[in-house]
């Protein structure tokens, strides 16, 4: 990314870009309390932070295409962890969930935003896929 980091996997659905930060915690217990994201007793809301400046970075590469870009989903994909809750949950505005439940929430086809009909065929799904190969490089 333009100011250090990096995003771990770039998803293309049918109805969103998925901005996936994949953690990896062994038997690590993952749960929200009192509106905090935890790990292990401790907050992990700088994982939110985290995944919600890659989003912002994918969605300002993607400005020619409004569209598209208000539809750039930020996930925190958790491998090895135990959830202290349902396969997946939101949480200020970013999934989280198994690595699963992410693959499934980006290949979800329902609409994103309301009812608006806005989908990506395979034509778009490729455009979108150059673009973001060029403005984030792999490492």
């Given at each position: ?16 870009v998925c901005v996936i930060d994949a953690k990896h915690y062994r038997k690590a217990k993952v ?65 989280c969930s198994t690595v699963k439940g992410a693959v499934a929430y980006a290949s979800w086809r ?30």
């Amino acid at each position: 990314m333009p100011h250090g980091g990096n995003i771990d996997h770039l998803v293309i659905g049918p109805r969103r870009v998925c901005v996936i930060d994949a953690k990896h915690y062994r038997k690590a217990k993952v749960t929200k309390r009192s509106d905090t994201l935890m790990i292990n007793g401790e907050s992990a809301e700088h994982l939110i932070d985290g995944v919600r400046r890659q989003q912002a970075a994918v969605a300002q590469a993607l400005s020619d295409h409004p569209r598209v870009a208000d539809n750039v989903s930020p996930v925190l994909a958790f491998v090895g962890a135990k959830l202290g809750f349902a396969d997946s949950i939101a949480h200020r505005g970013v999934w989280c969930s198994t690595v699963k439940g992410a693959v499934a929430y980006a290949s979800w086809r329902l609409p994103v935003i309301g009812t608006a009909k806005f989908k990506l065929d395979d034509n778009d799904r490729r455009e979108i896929a150059e673009l973001l190969a060029a403005a984030f490089p792999p490492c």
